[in-house]
């Protein structure tokens, strides 16, 4: 009796399904713990980069203000 219901291919799907279900879960709880603790940081290289793009579209140099929305802008990307 447990070994024909073993081999029927409906419980072995809603088996294996509940696997991969309870693995996927698992593996998210631990991806998502490590990209609350993430941060992002700018180098002074990173924000003249930024700086030159703004230049380079025929602009002049960023006022502060401006740079920090490019900042912002970068941050959301």
Known sequence: MIGRLLREPLLQFLVLGFALFAAYHGL???ADA????SRIEFTQDDLRQIGLAWVAQGRPA???E?????V???VRE
């Open 28 to 30: 998210r709880r631990g």
């Open 34 to 37: 490590a990209v609350t603790k």
């Open 62 to 64: 960023p006022s502060p």
């Open 66 to 70: 401006e740079m920090r929305n490019l």
């Open 72 to 74: 912002d802008a970068r």
